[in-house]
Every structure is written in structure tokens, then in C-alpha cells.
């Protein structure tokens, strides 16, 4: 394993059960959710940017409704299980502000990427995700050390929020996500096929 991995993903896609599954093997690999939009090179911390060719390239897909409601959630969380009421007020205005940031982020992705996992199959299969990964990048992989992960939105958020979460998902259905779908579709037709 010479080259390193590089996981680059949306945020909300399943980054950190990719990461935690990476750690328990022996391979090179970073991670970003993070791309300059003006010169569309992927931010770094660093002095080097992440992405200078050289890497691997992997992401993680997932249904935009997914995504965006899994966003809304998070913010939920960063704000003691409050949503921010410019949020509330402005949803259609955070759709809008959505849709073109992640239609910018999967048109270079679809340019760069190597392999496209779909989410669903990470959580519902992250040993044979990992075993195809580590077969195809030349890296070992322990399943033993695997523990097993629970998805489950009902403990994402308290009961308190759980009402609110429920209508932020009637409101995420409303949602115009078309072009959102479009480069989904593309990337979705990319994801590896896991058996």
C-alpha cells in the first residue's frame, strides 16, 4: 500500500463509519468534505492541498433528502437541540443554497473520483465495503476488529426533537431537489456493486 486514500465525501454522507472503518486497517488515507469553490481545489489545513492527483480517490453517495435532512439534524444538534429559527424561516432559501452546493461539489467529484460507495451499503454492509475496498487499494482489513454499527435516526436526536425532525422531513419533501437528482442518478449508476 504506497499510495494514500483519499475519502472525500458531502457532509452527511457517512465520512466518520468510513474513517473509523479505515482505522482498523493498515492503509494511508485522509479525508476532507471541503473544496475551494473558485479555483475548485480541495481545502487543506495543511500546506499542501489534500488532493494533488497523486491519491486515491473515494466518496461515499447518499440521497440528497437523506443528506439534507441528516444536515438540518446535525445543526439541531450543534444548537442544545434547537434549530435555529433563521432556519426555520428560511428553509426554502436553504434548499436553494443546498442544491447549488452540492450539485458544484458531485460535478467535480464525478471528474476525479475513483470509487463511489452508496451509503445504504456502508451501513448495511461495512465489512464487504471494506473488503472490496481493500482488495481493489492493495491494503489489509480486519473485520474481527469491526464492531457492529446501528443506524437509526430515533437516537440522532432527544424526544424533544424528534417532533421537529419529523416536519423538517415534510419540509425537506417539499423540497425542489431536482437538480440535486440529477447528479445523484450519475453517481449512484458509478457505485461499486456489493454482494
Known sequence: MDKEILILTYPRTGQHLLRLLFSKSNAKFN????IDNSKFKWKS???RPFYDGSQDLIT??????ETIASSIVYTIFQNDNNL??????????FSKSFTNEYV????????????????????SNPD??????????????????????VYDKKHLISSKSHALYNDIVEQVNKFDLSRCY????RCKTKC???E
Open 182 to 185: 440529477e447528479v445523484y442518478d
Open 45 to 47: 489545513d495543511l500546506d
Open 128 to 149: 464487504t465495503v471494506m473488503n472490496y475496498l481493500s482488495k481493489a487499494f492493495n491494503f489489509l482489513y480486519d473485520s474481527s476488529k469491526t464492531e457492529t454499527f
Open 60 to 65: 461515499i453517495v447518499r440521497d440528497p433528502k
Open 104 to 123: 458544484l461539489f458531485w460535478e467535480y467529484v464525478l471528474e476525479h473520483c475513483d470509487v463511489y460507495i452508496s451509503y445504504e451499503d456502508l451501513i
Open 192 to 194: 461499486i456493486v456489493v
Open 31 to 34: 479525508w476532507t468534505h471541503n
Open 84 to 93: 435555529p429559527e433563521e432556519i426555520v424561516a428560511n428553509l426554502a432559501i
